[in-house]
């Protein structure tokens, strides 16, 4: 095989990996397989701070062929600093990110470059939510997080929405672009307006180890994408700091008549006490509410990088089938 300049790598395929070491070479053999034929590629392994023994894997096959590279986190910074990280890193004229654990199925490549080479500059996909592909539970919170998404953000995401998807290098310079730690990928490229299109499939078998995407790490994200992408939460605490107001004066109403009206009641006790609870906890969910963006504002201010590079290959060379 005749090596590839790194100008002119077809596609770049970016898989973050998090203490997947037993899925790792298993899915650079799937990728090369179905990559060979769609030109010269690459695959660009990020780990984010393993510490299982990824990091050896990746090394292993990157000593093997030209085609794997990587780069390496200082710790475990997180899904979605390890996906910029990868675009950082990706030479390809189109850049597919994906999961490392067989979920996102490597069988898909061919549609998304095909949808691409049509002029679609952004090719997402979505999940088909059959019950033997996901729990209950996962389900229930990934609509939920849609809906509420949908209805406050100033972009629609299609619920099953992932981060595996294809981006035109256009695309893919322009989010480099963006600075800030707390991108919300998935959100960021709908609300850039390059052409876009979207794929169903469904979701494969996890080949070894554990899902890692706990329950605080959706909290994590769901807080990322509404605060990314909308200024309602800002109003509807206002909205709500004035329907507290109106129940407290609703309850300073009830004391009154009470005390002019019905006999043995005790004057003003227990109005108060409720009076007092409402505002209180009206007053905590507005500062609540202020305070994340608050904080993230803070954040953006140090301009504290997204992540810490430890290590990356040298540039090597794609891999042409």
């Known amino acids: 095989m005749e090596p590839v300049d790194a100008q002119e790598v077809e ?3 970016v898989l973050p990996a998090y203490n997947e070491a037993a899925n790792v070479a298993a899915m650079a053999a799937k990728l090369t397989e179905v990559a060979r034929p769609l ?40 899904h979605q600093a390890a996906l910029r990280a990868g675009l950082c890193h990706a030479r390809g004229r ?15 490549l061919p549609a998304l470059v095909a949808e691409w080479r049509k002029g679609a500059r952004v090719v997402t996909t979505t999940r088909r939510d059959e019950p033997g592909n996901q729990g209950y539970w996962k389900r229930v919170t990934s609509r939920l997080f ?19 998807l294809l981006l035109d290098r256009q695309v893919v310079d322009t989010v480099n672009g963006f ?58 605490a206002i909205y709500l ?54 904080g993230r504002s803070l954040r953006e201010a140090r301009q504290w990088p997204a992540y810490v590079v430890a290590e990356a290959s040298a540039e090597g060379q794609s891999q042409e089938g």
């Not at 990091?55 to 910074?77: C, G, H, P, Q």
């Not at 189109?94 to 898909?108: G, I, N, R, S, T």
Request: charged fraction near 15%; glycine fraction near 10%; hydrophobic fraction near 50%.
């Open 146 to 164: 849609y809906r509420t998404l949908n209805a406050i953000g100033d972009v629609r995401i299609e619920p099953g929405s992932a981060d595996f």
């Open 179 to 236: 600075t800030g730690p707390d991108l919300f990928l998935r959100g960021l490229v709908r609300w850039l307006g390059f052409p876009l299109v979207t794929l169903p499939y469904e979701v494969g078998l996890r080949q070894a180890g554990d899902s890692k995407f706990t329950l605080g790490r959706m909290v994590s994200l769901a807080a990322a994408g509404i605060v990314a992408h909308s200024l309602r939460p800002l109003r509807l």
């Open 94 to 108: 189109a850049v597919v990110l994906m999961d490392c654990d067989f979920q996102h199925p490597p069988e898909l």
């Open 11 to 13: 596609l770049s395929i």
């Open 241 to 294: 700091a004035f329907g507290f107001v109106a129940i407290g004066f609703l309850l300073l109403v009830y004391s009154i008549v009470s005390f002019l009206w019905i006999a043995h009641t005790v004057a003003g006790w227990s109005s108060l006490m409720a009076t007092i609870a409402i505002i209180a906890a009206a007053q905590m969910l507005v500062l609540g509410i202020i305070g994340e963006y608050v």
């Open 39 to 78: 030109g010269s590629f690459e695959i660009v392994f990020v780990d984010d701070g393993s510490s299982d023994g990824t990091l050896s894997e990746i090394k292993a096959l990157a000593r093997r062929t030209d085609a794997v590279r990587y780069v390496s986190f200082t710790r475990n910074f997180g």
